[in-house]
C-alpha cells in the first residue's frame, strides 16, 4: 500500500479558512491545522478508525441538519464548520453533564486528577452545574485488572479505547465490554487478569482514572513530578520514552509518540521495568573481590586495581560489549583496548565473527528500510526473528500493516510466532537452518539452483518456499534476526540474504528494504562505532584483526588472555558455549565488570565491578536498527555511587598511558562522530529529541561500500537427523532480563524455563502440557514446564536463554532429549 | 378497500408448507423475476413507491439502487428481529407464510446480485425460526434456492440466524455486528450498509414485510401496485393493533385509511365507557397522538407532518384508565434496559429519565424535574450514534409535552402519599 497522499483541501472553520490534508477527520484537522480544539473522548487516531461512540465532538457543519461528531467527518474542500455556536456548545455541555451523573467526584483522591482530560473538557466545555440528584451508579472499586493495572469502574466513561486496544492493536482479544446499556463495563472474558505483553498502554489511553498503573498509584500528583524524555534501552526497538520523575526517582514510563520508532505505544517491560533503578539489588558502588567476595571500595582503590591489573594484562586482555551500551562508551572501550592495552579481541556480538565485507554490505544504507515502511511496504518477511519477545512494539507495527495497509506477512522461523495468525505464510524451518532458508529462498525467486536440495536441508517443504517467494512482490521489507548470522553457517547466511535482496531489487528502492535486529539494543551503533574485533570505527580496517566472542573465550579458557573487561555483559547468561565461558571466566586472573546487578558470571568471576548507570542515568546516543541515531538523556541523578561510564572508561585509558580527551559526555560523542566518515557533521542538537536517520543524509554516501551480490552459495548443510532425539531450538523472552526480575511489579512475569514442544512429540515421551520435564544435552541438563504448542514443529523443542536458572544454555545443542521429570 | 395481498389466505391450512404456497400460485413472481433484467427489476422496485416497512420508511427501490455493481460478493439480510414493542406482524408473516418471505429474498437477491442472504431472527421467535428452517429446506429441495435457482445460473444461498435477544440487534448495522459474531452495537454512519455491510460487502437490508411484499409487486407489476395508498405511501400495510382495544390483532389496510377506522372499526376500540387517552400510531418509539388525531390519515406523510411516526405500524392503544406516567415510566424503563451503551446521550440519558420517572412515582420529585427530564430528552435527540436514543426521546419528550398538566398533578399526589405516609410512619 501507498503511503497516505497529502492532497490539501480548504474549509472553513469558525469564520477562518484553514487549510488542511483532504480526508484527514475534523477533530485532528481542527487541532492541527485551525488550533481550534473539538474535544473527544473516544477519538484516539492511534487506534484506528473512528468509532463515534461519546457524542463529544458534535459540531455544526453548514448542509446538514443534524450535528456531527467531528471525530468521524473527513474533511472537504469547502466544507464550513462551527465550533462554537450556542447549539453546539448546548450539545457538547449535555453531553458532558452526561457522561458526569455516573463519574464519581473523586478528583482529589484519582491518580488521574491534574492530568486528566476529562476534568480539562470539563473546565473547557462543561456547564460547571450538575441536575444529576439520583444515585449514581455503583461498582465494586478498585479491582485489580491485572498485577499492573487498577481498574476503577465507576469512574469509567466507557468510551472503550482499551477494549480498542486489546482487540485492533495488540489484537490479545482480551478486554471486552460486558453487560449494556448504563450497566456496560469492561472487563475480561472470563475474569482472568488482563497480562498480556502491551497490556499497560490502556494506562495511558484511558481518558479518565478509571485504569490507573497500580505500581504508580498514589505515588505522585501532577505537581509532583517532572517529565523527562529519553529513550529505552532495554530492546533493540529502543522507543521514545518519558520518565516521570520526582525527587530524583523514577516513578512512571509513558511513552513519547515517535511515528518513525514505536507509533506511540510501549511494551510492559519498557513501562514497568524502570522500578529496577531503584532497588536494594541494583551494584552502585565499586566492588572489589575480596577474599572470595565482592565487597564496596572507593573509586580510586577500584580504578587502581583495575587499571594495574590491565597493565600487566596488556595485549591479553578480552572484551566483551552487551547491547546496553551506548556507542560512545563502546567506542570509548574499542580505544581503551586498541590504544591503551594493544588488543584487538574486542566483540559486541555474540555469534562469532563475520567478515567485514558482509557487515558492510548488509549495513549499506541503500538497504536501509526504515520502520514505517513495515507499516506500509507491500509484503514483509519476518525472518528468524519473534518480534514480540526481541523487539516487541514492533509486532504492532507489523500488525498495523497487515490490518489497515493490507500488507502481505509471510513469516519464515523456526518457533511458532505470535505473528503466524496474521500471516499469509508461514514457514517453519529447523534451528539454526536460516541460512538454508534463504538458500532455498534465493533459489525459489532466481528460478535457478537446487530448491529442493536446500529446502530439505532447511527441514522445510519447498512448496512453502515458492509460496513464500511468490508473496514477496513490490515493496518488500525483510525483518530479520542477527542469529541468522551467527556461528559457522553465518556468512553462508549473510549472502543469502544479500542474494534475496538483490533478487527483490531492495537496494535503493523506497520503502523497502532489510532491518536488522540485532541481539543487544544497541547493536548497530556498537558496530559502527568500531565494538568488532575485525573493524573499527565506521566499519574502516581494523589495525588488527582480534578475536571474536567465542575465540575470546577460548582464548581465556586456555590461559592465552588473561583479563576479561565485560562492557555490560554477562557472557554466562547472554552468550553461547557456556562452559567454554565457564571456564574462561575461571582461568582469567582478572575480570572486570561494568554491570547494573550481579548476574552469575558478574557475581561468580568478576575482580572488579564498576556500576552501570542505568538508561535513565545514561548522556549518550545509541542507533536504531533502522538506522536512527537517538539520544539518551539524564532524567535522574545517578544513584548511589556510579559515576558516568564514560568517565570511568576515560579514567582507565589515561591510566594506561592514553588520553581520550574526552572530559564530558558530549565530547565523547562529537570525537566519536569525527571518526566515522558517514556520521559526519552530525551534531547533538541536531539529533535532537526524534533522532536522525543518519541513512537519510547525504553523508550517507561515504559508507564503505562492498560487493552485494548475487553470490554464488555453496549447498547447505542439513540439519542433523534427530535419531529419537530432538532438535534444540532456543529463544530469549521479552521478560527474560534482570531489570524484570528486579522490578517488584514485574517479577511474576520473569520467566522460568519453558519446553515448548509439538503434540506429536509430547504424545510420543509421554509429557503432559504443564507437566515438570528434564532436559539433557551434550553439556549437561535442565528441567522445565511442558509447554504443548500445535504451532510447534514436530521433532524440536524450545528452551529459554537468558534466565539465572535452568537457562538452555546450559544444554549443548543440537540434539537433546527430553523426558518427564 | 379489497386490497389484501400480504394476508391473503394467511389461516389456510398448509399455506406454510411449500405444496400450500405453491398451490396459491407461489413462486410464479419469482420465476417471472429470473426472465427480467435486474436493473429492470430495481426499477420496479423504484416505480413501486414501496417504502420500508420496518420503521425507517425509506425507500425499497432507492436503497436497492445504491448498491455498487460489480463482482464482489453482496449480500440480502432481513431483518427479523422484530423488537419494537406493540409489533407483531412479522412474527404472522414468518410463521404462516414464510415461502412469501422466502420468494422476495431470492428476487432482491436477484434484482442487487447478491448470493448469499441471512435471516436474521429475534431469538425469542423460536417457532417462526422452526417454520423457516423447514420452508428454507424445502425451497431449496425445489430449487428455488441454491447454486442455480430453478436452473436460471443465478445464485441463492439463503441462512437463518437466532438472535440472543438484544432490541439494539434489530438496528441495521447492529444487527450486522451481531451476524458478523461481533457485540451487537450499531456502526458509524457512513459508510451505509449498502456500500459496507455485512462482513464489509454491500448489503441490502430489508424488513419481513417488505420482501414479502416484492413477489406481490412483481406479480401485478410497479404501477398496479403504486396505486394502492396514497401519495408517497404506496400499497398495504399491516398494523398491529395493541393495548386497549377489543379486537387486537393485526390487520392489513391500504395507506391513507382513517385512522380512526383502523382503531375503531377493525379493532373495536377501547373498551365500553372508555376513551381513548394517547395512542401510538408507529411502535414505541413514536411520539404519541391523542384522540384529537384519530382522524389522521395512516400514511406516511400525514404522520410525519403530525409530529410522530408511521414506524412500524404498530399502534398501542393507551385508554383514559391508565396513568401516562406510568406509560412514561414503562417505555423509559424498556429503552435503559435495551440500550447497547455504546453512545453517551442514550446510555445515561435513557437511564437518567428512568430515575426521574421513578421519582414522581415515589413522590420525591418536583415540578423543576419535568423541566430537566424535558430538557435531557432534548439533549438526547439528535445526538446519538443511532436511533435507539430518539426512541426513547421522541415519545417521552411528547408524553410530557401533550399531557404536562397530569404529570403535574401525579407529582403532586404522589409527593402528599409520601407525606402522609410518613405522618403516618411517626405516629403523627
Known amino acids: 500500500m501507498a503511503r497516505p497522499q497529502q492532497e490539501l483541501v480548504t474549509f472553513t472553520l469558525d469564520g477562518r479558512e484553514v487549510t488542511a490534508p483532504q480526508n484527514m477527520m475534523l477533530a485532528d484537522a481542527a487541532l492541527e491545522y485551525g488550533d481550534v480544539e473539538i474535544p473527544v473522548f473516544c477519538y484516539e487516531k492511534k487506534l484506528g478508525p473512528p468509532v463515534g461512540a461519546c457524542r463529544m465532538c458534535l459540531v455544526e457543519i453548514e448542509g446538514i441538519p443534524k450535528l456531527q461528531a467531528g471525530c468521524s467527518v473527513p474533511v472537504k474542500d469547502g466544507m464550513v464548520v462551527h465550533t462554537n455556536t450556542p447549539r453546539v456548545r448546548e450539545a457538547q455541555q449535555a453531553v458532558l453533564e452526561f457522561i458526569l451523573i455516573n463519574h464519581p467526584l473523586d478528583c482529589p483522591v484519582c491518580d488521574k486528577g491534574g492530568e486528566c482530560p476529562l476534568q480539562d473538557k470539563s473546565f473547557g466545555w462543561g456547564d460547571g452545574i450538575s441536575r444529576f440528584v439520583d444515585p449514581k451508579r455503583h461498582f465494586e472499586k478498585p479491582l485489580a485488572l491485572s498485577p499492573l493495572i487498577a481498574i476503577d469502574r465507576e469512574r469509567c466513561i466507557l468510551c472503550y479505547r482499551c477494549v480498542r486496544f486489546s482487540q485492533d492493536v495488540s489484537e490479545d482479544y482480551q478486554l471486552i465490554l460486558q453487560e449494556r446499556g448504563a450497566g456496560t463495563y469492561v472487563a475480561t472474558f472470563d475474569g482472568h487478569p488482563y497480562v498480556a505483553p502491551f497490556s499497560g498502554n490502556i494506562i495511558e489511553l484511558c481518558p479518565v482514572g478509571a485504569l490507573t498503573s497500580r505500581p504508580y498509584r498514589f505515588r505522585a500528583r501532577p505537581w509532583d513530578i517532572e517529565q523527562s524524555g529519553s529513550v529505552c534501552t532495554l530492546c533493540p526497538a529502543q522507543c521514545n520514552v518519558s520518565f516521570t520523575v520526582r525527587d530524583e526517582r523514577v516513578l512512571r514510563v509513558l511513552q513519547r509518540d515517535h511515528e518513525g520508532v514505536d507509533d506511540g505505544w510501549l511494551c510492559d517491560k519498557g513501562r514497568f521495568a524502570y522500578q529496577a533503578i531503584h532497588v536494594d539489588e541494583r551494584v552502585t558502588r565499586p566492588l572489589l573481590r575480596d577474599g572470595g567476595e565482592l565487597r564496596p571500595v572507593s573509586w580510586e582503590l577500584a580504578l587502581d586495581t583495575a587499571a594495574a591489573a590491565l597493565k600487566r594484562a596488556g595485549a591479553r586482555t578480552g572484551a566483551i560489549v552487551g547491547g546496553e551500551t551506548t556507542s560512545e562508551e563502546g567506542w570509548l572501550l574499542q580505544r581503551l583496548m586498541r590504544e591503551a592495552l594493544g588488543s584487538a579481541d574486542l566483540d559486541s556480538r555474540a555469534g562469532g565473527a563475520l567478515d567485514l565485507e558482509l557487515h558492510r554490505a548488509l549495513g549499506a544504507p541503500a538497504l536501509q528500510a526504515a520502520v514505517p515502511d513495515l507499516q506500509y511496504a507491500d509484503a514483509v518477511l519476518v525472518l528468524d526473528v519473534e518480534p514480540i ?415 539465572p536458572r535452568d537457562s538452555a544454555a546450559i544444554l549443548d545443542g543440537p540434539l537433546v532429549e527430553v523426558w518427564p521429570a | 378497500m379489497t386490497d389484501i395481498l400480504l394476508l391473503e389466505g394467511i389461516d389456510e391450512p398448509g399455506l406454510a408448507t411449500i405444496e400450500g404456497y405453491e398451490r396459491r400460485g407461489g413462486y410464479q413472481a419469482l420465476r417471472k423475476a429470473l426472465r427480467m433484467p435486474q436493473a429492470d427489476l430495481v426499477d420496479q422496485l423504484k416505480v413501486s413507491g414501496l417504502r420500508g416497512r420496518g420503521g425507517a420508511g425509506f425507500s425499497m427501490g432507492m436503497k436497492a439502487s445504491f448498491l455498487p455493481q460489480g463482482d464482489m460478493q453482496k449480500y440480502v439480510v432481513v431483518n427479523a428481529d422484530e423488537s419494537e414493542p406493540g409489533t407483531f406482524k412479522d412474527r404472522e408473516l414468518m410463521q404462516k407464510n414464510p415461502h412469501q418471505l422466502i420468494e422476495g429474498i431470492v428476487i432482491a437477491a436477484y434484482a442487487v446480485g447478491a448470493t448469499k442472504s441471512f435471516i436474521y431472527i429475534r431469538g425469542e421467535y423460536e417457532h417462526q425460526a422452526d417454520v423457516l428452517d423447514a420452508a428454507i429446506a424445502e425451497a431449496y429441495a425445489r430449487g428455488y434456492l441454491g447454486e442455480s435457482v430453478l436452473g436460471s445460473g443465478v445464485t441463492c444461498e439463503l441462512h437463518l440466524h437466532r438472535g440472543a435477544g438484544a432490541y439494539i440487534c434489530g438496528e441495521e448495522t447492529g444487527l450486522l455486528d451481531s451476524l458478523e459474531g461481533k457485540r451487537g452495537n450499531p456502526r458509524l454512519k457512513p459508510p451505509f450498509p449498502a456500500n459496507q455491510g455485512l462482513f464489509q460487502g454491500p448489503t441490502l437490508i430489508n424488513n419481513v414485510e417488505t420482501l414479502s411484499t416484492v413477489p406481490h409487486i412483481v406479480t401485478m407489476g410497479a404501477e398496479e401496485y403504486a396505486r394502492i395508498g396514497v401519495q408517497n405511501s404506496s400499497g398495504t400495510k399491516l398494523v398491529s393493533v395493541s393495548g386497549n382495544v377489543r379486537r387486537p390483532g393485526n390487520y392489513e389496510i391500504e395507506l391513507g385509511m382513517r385512522s380512526r377506522d383502523i382503531i375503531y372499526g377493525l379493532a373495536g376500540g377501547p373498551p365500553e365507557g372508555r376513551d381513548v387517552k394517547l395512542w401510538f400510531p408507529g411502535g414505541s418509539s413514536s411520539p404519541v397522538l391523542t384522540k384529537d388525531d384519530l382522524d389522521l390519515s395512516y400514511d406516511f406523510d400525514t404522520l410525519a407532518k403530525a409530529g410522530t411516526m408511521l414506524g412500524s405500524g404498530a399502534i398501542i392503544v393507551v385508554d383514559d384508565s391508565n396513568s401516562v406516567v406510568d406509560v412514561c415510566h414503562k417505555l423509559a424503563k424498556f429503552y435503559a434496559h435495551e440500550s447497547c451503551g455504546k453512545c453517551t446521550p442514550c446510555r445515561e440519558g435513557t437511564s437518567w429519565t428512568v430515575k426521574m420517572v421513578g421519582r414522581i412515582k415515589d413522590g420525591t420529585a418536583t415540578p423543576m424535574d419535568l423541566d430537566i427530564m424535558a430538557s435531557v430528552q432534548d439533549h438526547i435527540i439528535g445526538n446519538c450514534l443511532c436511533v435507539l436514543g430518539d426512541a426513547m426521546a421522541m415519545p417521552v419528550a411528547s408524553m410530557i409535552a401533550k399531557f404536562r398538566g397530569e404529570f403535574e398533578a401525579q407529582i403532586e399526589a404522589a409527593r402528599e402519599r409520601r407525606e402522609q405516609a410518613f405522618l403516618t410512619g411517626v405516629g403523627a
Open chain 1, 389 to 803: 519477545d526481541d523487539a516487541p512494539v514492533l509486532d504492532l507495527r507489523i500488525r498495523k500493516g497487515v490490518r489497515h495497509g493490507g500488507v502481505r506477512l509471510h513469516v519464515a522461523t523456526s518457533r511458532p510466532s505470535a505473528l503466524d495468525e496474521r500471516a499469509a505464510a508461514a514457514v517453519r524451518f529447523a534451528p539454526g537452518a536460516g541460512g538454508a532458508l534463504l538458500c532455498a529462498l534465493d533459489a525459489a525467486l532466481s528460478r535457478a539452483g537446487d530448491l529442493d536440495g536446500a529446502a530439505a536441508a532447511a527441514g522445510v517443504d519447498p512448496q512453502d518456499v515458492r509460496a513464500v517467494a511468490d508473496g514477496l512482490e513490490g515493496d518488500v521489507v525483510i525483518l530479520w534476526g542477527e542469529r541468522l548470522t551467527h556461528g559457522p553457517g553465518g556468512a553462508e547466511a549473510a549472502r543469502a540474504l544479500l542474494n534475496v535482496a538483490a533478487r527483490l531489487g531492495l537496494a535503493g528502492r523506497e520503502g523497502a528494504g532489510l532491518i536488522e535486529i540485532p541481539a543487544g539494543t544497541n547493536g548497530r551503533g556498537l558496530r559502527e562505532a568500531g565494538v568488532l574485533p575485525n573493524a573499527g570505527p565506521g566499519l574502516g580496517a581494523a589495525p588488527a584483526e582480534g578475536r571474536d566472542a567465542p575465540a575470546i573465550a577460548a582464548g581465556a579458557a586456555a590461559g592465552e588472555l588473561t583479563a576479561l573487561y565485560l562492557l555490560h555483559a554477562d557472557p554466562l547468561t547472554d552468550l553461547p558455549g557456556r562452559e567454554t565461558w565457564g571456564a574462561a571466566l575461571e582461568q582469567a586472573a582478572t575480570v572486570i565488570a561494568h554491570a547494573g546487578f550481579l548476574t552469575e558470571g558478574v557475581r561468580e568471576h568478576a575482580t572488579v565491578v564498576f556500576p552501570a548507570e542505568s538508561y535513565a542515568e545514561k548522556e549518550g546516543t545509541i542507533v536504531h536498527p533502522d538506522g536512527r541515531i537517538q539520544r539518551l538523556r539524564r532524567a535522574i541523578g545517578r544513584q548511589g555511587d556510579t559515576r558516568g561510564e564514560w568517565s570511568v572508561l576515560a579514567e582507565l585509558a589515561r591510566r594506561l598511558g592514553t588520553d581520550t580527551g574526552v572530559r564530558a559526555p558530549s565530547m565523547a560523542t562529537a570525537k566519536m562522530i569525527a571518526e566515522i566518515p558517514f556520521y559526519a557533521g552530525l551534531s547533538l542538537d541536531e539529533i535532537g529529541a526524534r533522532g536522525v536517520r543518519w541513512t537519510e543524509r547525504p553523508q550517507a554516501f561515504a559508507f564503505p561500500e562492498a560487493p552485494a551480490g548475487p553470490f554464488g552459495l555453496a549447498s547447505p548443510q542439513a540439519a542433523p537427523a534427530a535419531n529419537g532425539r530432538l532438535r534444540l531450538g532456543t529463544f530469549r523472552s521479552i521478560w527474560a532480563s534482570p531489570e524484570v526480575e528486579a522490578s517488584p511489579a514485574l517479577k511474576f512475569l520473569h520467566p522460568r524455563q519453558r519446553v515448548e514442544l509439538s503434540p506429536a512429540d509430547a504424545e510420543r515421551l509421554g509429557v503432559a502440557h504443564g507437566a515438570r520435564v528434564a532436559v539433557a544435552g551434550d553439556g549437561g541438563s535442565v528441567t522445565g514446564i511442558a509447554h504443548v504448542r500445535a504451532a510447534a514443529p514436530a521433532g524440536t523443542v524450545f528452551l529459554e536463554t537468558a534466565i
